[in-house]
């Protein structure tokens, strides 16, 4: 199975702020990766697909990077709507796997 | 409107038996794979299994496999899980997903627990 390792679990952070988080790889998925917010009680919400690709109706201070075992998610200025958990996901094969999660809160 | 309803979510003790449903509209659901993934609570998503357009097709994680039978009628535009000698960690929020995971049900609690 493919391990996706996030970092950090956890940021604080203040409205305004340029907001990163990673994910790796145990091995080389290419661009298979997707990034989901989640908000408490709620579904996962599908923010970047394909490692890049912006999900429609996304704002576009979500951006996604990377190929092969390194990728990035990064708010380019963070949102009082964008405080909750983000997970990455591996798409290259079953069975899929989630990256633990980073949680972002208010500083 | 494009959502996945679902139901079925239930506290059972363990050794049980439960089914989930999940009721698909808005989209061309026949030709769509679909998935379940679990959520523990407090901890993070876990994918469950996955099934192909016509049901040909299944794969599940090694955790469930030989107690999870995940299933499909396209004719009533339904997924459905079948979760049978239920474990304490079994014990989590369920999803149902689309095929390009752009589309999540509300999801449906299952507890198990004597």
């Known amino acids: 199975d493919i391990q996706m390792t996030q970092s950090p679990s956890s940021v604080s952070a203040s409205v305004g702020d340029r907001v990163t988080i990673t994910c790796r790889a145990s091995q080389g998925i290419t661009t298979s990766l997707a990034w989901y917010q989640q908000k408490p009680g709620k579904a996962p919400k599908l923010l970047i697909y394909a490692a890049s690709s912006l999900e429609s109706g996304v704002p576009s201070r979500f951006s996604g990077s990377g190929s092969g075992t390194d990728f990035t998610l990064t708010i380019s200025s963070l949102q009082p709507e964008d405080f909750a958990t983000y997970y990455c996901?591996?798409?290259?094969?079953?069975?899929?796997?989630f990256g633990g999660g980073t949680k972002v809160e208010i500083k | 409107e494009v959502q996945l309803v679902q139901s079925g979510g239930d506290l059972v003790q363990p050794g049980g038996s439960l089914r989930l449903s999940c009721a698909a509209s808005g989209f061309a659901f026949s030709s769509s794979w679909m998935h379940w993934v679990r959520q523990p609570p407090g901890k993070g998503l876990v994918w469950v299994s996955r099934i192909n357009s016509d049901g040909g097709s299944i794969t599940y994680a090694d955790s469930v496999k030989g107690r999870f039978i995940i299933s499909r009628d396209n004719a009533k535009n339904t997924l459905y899980l079948q979760l049978n000698s239920l474990r304490a960690e079994d014990t989590a929020v369920y999803y149902c997903?689309?095929?390009?995971?752009?589309?999540w049900g509300q999801g449906t609690t299952v507890s198990v627990s004597s």
């Open positions: 997903v689309n095929g390009g995971m752009d589309v």
């Open positions: 996901q591996q798409a290259n094969s079953f069975p899929l796997t």
